[in-house]
């Protein structure tokens, strides 16, 4: 049968069993929404800005593991949505973006509302189309959904000028699509996870290092068991956080920048460093030199060979689905009836719990002032370390980050790579819709709550009882640290001045807003909100304006050269 | 070090911008870059002379590889190989450096394709290196026009790249 390019698009994402997708309609789309228009198993979120549908499509995936998936107009849609799509793309996130295009004939005349969007979106996108005939629609959207979810995930776009949404051609949907110039390599050659085993049964000072590529690939169960089996030490970036239970004990924290001193110390001083779909990131491991000069031996296991020797040099290197590659290591170890010597095992732990002592998150827990650090635990408290967690980027993410222990992947939601503000919020939405009942907190501060301040209104729209966790400090603290530290308290432009009433203002979208200034009032304040089932809660938490996050590697310095709190 | 990379992609419009656009994203030096069609009209081939130390290329040939046109990538420079570029260049030929031009010409076995009472356009195919001499040869001031093609490459004896 004939069907149209609209239609085609439509029956495409039916195929795929997409049952949301985020949009704003335009001119170039319209087409495509008449159609929507007319069925019901597709659904449509009207966001309040592009950026805002990017976001919500990609915390959609990122808490479901399915595609997210954003619809747009051309032109200025498209630019709106830039922001989100290179915020998936940093993080490897699995969506396909589809936008309007001028019709065919206009494209290259200046038109009205055209971009060049697959010029202005190929750094930051896996892959991009323009479809230029209906013919070829279907097999560029199987396309679109086959590269975002295999090898290295990440957004792709299928750009569609208006008169091929129009037009008519034959519609049958591929069941599968191979490319011949696309092939990634997804099985771990076995030689070289042999010559890993081995390096880590041999190990005296063994770290694990987990990534996000471990939460992407739903491996965090292989990793469990086999960080269990060895009895080593495991540490999550920010983007594997949620990949190993946060509340086990052979778990250290969070290492980098603002990771825990254990973590950073076990990072540099290990003999055997075992590197799960982790990419070595300047956050990390600081200064690549400073991080060479103690010896160890690396394995590092990723799906992307790009990944592997890019700022350190590795000595196993293996690429491959992490889950499988686990799953090999798993056999070879429990076949072999080796163990890790108990011994130096036993010395290194006590190394490490030495470390420990540090106590390198404590904070002060009498202040008169509210805490964000206290904040953070009583939510984790209250909400039975269960929840989704949001975030938006800044001080109040790294906080959210030590103090929520995530035993479950996916539950973490930010933007590690890029570092977004103005994603907490939207991302939320995607997560409360995938996610029907569950609890959802973002995570937030005043700034970054304010870049997209307008998705207060598409959570109305849809009943969606997001707790929005303010951490007010009147100031872009993550900045203002900076400044403090680097810049001799210069505070250049940090200061949050002409605040909104937010309570007010969630008000006037019409949810609850409740405003939280002593430290008394905190988990009172947290409990009735998360009772509120039905509603959308926003919590301005006043809190300590001088607080810093600790610990600190300065940028460019070595991962030990760690600021704590008790220095300052 | 220089290294010459010999890329199959895609003869799709946009593989070339993605090509480019990655060296200049990424911040990787491109020397030259030449680019056509094969006996496959669905493929082009693509010869990329850069520098950068090994870790460098390793880098770009990843990155390459990651590519999703492209189809397959060889560092020619990892083994024997041939290595070719067309220079035009039209020089002023009067009076007495006319006869002077044509002998330097043969000698570089270049041929002269145009010629005009006051000048010669010559063709010549070498490697770089070869079309260096030869400019360096002749006086800076007589040179009109230069016009290069950078290298195309393609491996020795039973070395072959195509899918
Ligand atoms: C204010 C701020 C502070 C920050 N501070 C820190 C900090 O202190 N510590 C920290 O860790 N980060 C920090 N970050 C985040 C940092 O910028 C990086 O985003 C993060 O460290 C990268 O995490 P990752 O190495 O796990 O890689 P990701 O970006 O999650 O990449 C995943 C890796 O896994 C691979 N992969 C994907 N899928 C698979 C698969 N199926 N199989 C195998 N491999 C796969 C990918 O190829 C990639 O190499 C901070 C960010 C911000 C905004
Ligand atoms: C879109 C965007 N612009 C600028 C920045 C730089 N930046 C990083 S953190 C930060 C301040 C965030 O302030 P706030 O949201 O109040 O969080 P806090 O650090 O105070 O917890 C800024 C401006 C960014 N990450 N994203
Ligand atoms: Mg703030």
């Not at chain 1, 006043?542 to 600190?552: A, K, L, S």
Request: include cysteine; aromatic fraction near 8%; proline fraction near 4%.
């Amino acid at each position: 049968m004939q069907l149209t390019g609209a239609e085609i698009v439509i029956r495409c994402l039916q195929e795929e069993g997409v049952d949301y997708v985020f949009g704003y309609p335009g001119g170039a789309v319209l087409n495509i929404y008449d159609e929507l228009f007319k069925q019901d198993k597709v659904k449509h979120v009207l966001v309040r800005h592009e950026q805002g549908a990017v976001h919500a499509a990609d915390g959609y995936s990122r808490s479901s593991q399915k595609v997210g998936v954003a619809l747009v107009t051309s032109g200025p849609g498209v630019t709106n949505a830039v922001t989100g799509i290179a915020t998936a793309y940093m993080d490897s996130i699995p969506l396909v973006m589809l936008t309007g295009q001028v019709p065919t004939h206009a494209i290259g005349q200046d038109a009205f509302q055209e971009c060049d969007t697959v010029g202005i979106t190929r750094p930051c996108v896996k892959h991009n189309f323009l479809v230029k005939d209906v013919n070829d629609l279907a097999l560029t959207i199987k396309k679109a959904f086959y590269l975002a979810t295999t090898g290295r995930p990440g957004p792709v776009l299928v750009d569609i000028p208006k008169d091929v949404t129009q037009a008519k051609a034959e519609f049958s949907y591929p069941k599968t699509v191979s490319l011949r110039s696309y092939n990634p390599v997804t099985r771990g050659h076995t030689g070289q996870i042999k010559k890993a085993v081995q390096l880590l049964l041999e190990a005296k000072r063994p770290m694990v290092y987990a990534g996000g590529g471990v939460v992407l690939n739903n491996a965090a169960p292989q990793l469990t068991r086999l960080v269990r089996l060895l009895g080593f030490p495991c540490t999550n970036t920010l983007m594997g956080l949620g990949g190993f239970p946060g509340t086990d004990p052979q778990f250290t924290g969070m290492l980098g920048m603002h990771g825990t001193y254990e973590s950073n110390m076990a990072m540099q001083h290990c003999d055997v460093l075992l590197a799960v779909g982790a990419r070595f990131d300047d956050r990390v491991i600081g200064d690549p030199a400073n991080y060479l000069r103690t010896d160890r031996k690396i394995i590092h296991i990723d799906i992307d060979p790009s990944s592997i020797s890019k700022r350190v040099k590795v000595d196993v290197p293996i690429v491959g689905y992490v889950g499988d590659v686990l799953d090999e290591m798993l056999k070879l170890i429990e076949s072999s009836g080796q163990r890790p010597d108990a011994a130096a095992l036993k010395s290194w732990w006590s190394e490490i719990k030495e470390w420990q002592r540090k106590d390198c998150l404590n904070y002060d827990r009498k202040s008169a002032l509210i805490k964000p650090q206290f904040v953070i635990e009583k939510l984790y408290e209250i909400t039975g370390g269960d929840a989704f967690v949001t975030s938006d980027v800044g001080q109040h993410q790294m906080w959210a980050a030590q103090y929520y222990k995530f035993d479950k992947p996916r539950r973490w939601i930010n933007s590690g790579g890029l570092g977004t503000m103005g994603f907490g919020l939207p991302a939320a939405m995607g997560v409360q819709l995938v996610n029907p009942g569950a609890t959802v907190a973002c995570v937030t501060g005043e700034a970054s709550i304010q870049m997209c301040i307008q998705e207060l209104s598409t959570c109305k729209q849809y009943h969606l009882p997001i707790k929005i966790v303010n951490l007010n400090n009147r100031y872009m603290g993550m900045v203002r640290q900076w400044q403090q530290f680097f810049y001799g308290n210069r505070y250049a432009e940090s200061y949050m001045d002409a605040l909104p009433d937010f309570v007010k203002l969630a008000e006037a979208y019409g949810h609850t807003g409740v405003k939280v200034e002593k430290p008394g009032d905190v988990e009172g304040a947290l409990k009735d909100a998360f009772k509120q089932k039905e509603r959308l809660v926003f919590l301005d938490f006043i809190t300590d304006q001088t607080e810093n996050v600790f610990p600190m590697v300065p940028g460019g310095k070595g991962l030990t050269e760690m600021i704590l709190a008790e220095e300052l | 070090m220089r290294h010459i990379l010999s890329i199959l992609v895609e003869n799709e419009a946009g593989a070339l911008s993605r090509i480019s656009g990655l060296f200049s994203a990424r911040g990787y030096n491109i020397e030259s870059l030449t680019v056509a069609p094969t006996e496959d009209a669905t493929m082009s081939r693509m010869t990329i002379v850069t520098v950068g130390s090994d870790d460098v290329i390793e880098q770009i040939t990843k990155q390459l590889n990651k590519l999703v046109e492209v189809v397959k990538v060889i560092d020619l420079s990892d083994g024997n190989h041939i290595e070719r570029e067309l220079m035009l260049v039209k020089v002023r030929a009067a009076g007495k450096d006319r006869d002077e031009m044509k002998r330097l010409a043969e000698i570089f076995r270049g041929s002269i394709l145009d010629v005009t009472d006051k000048s010669y356009t010559i063709e010549l195919t070498g490697t770089g290196s070869k079309l260096d001499a030869f400019l360096q040869a002749i006086e800076p001031g007589v040179i009109l026009e230069t016009v290069r093609t950078g290298a195309s490459g393609i491996g020795r004896g039973e070395r072959i790249l195509r899918i």
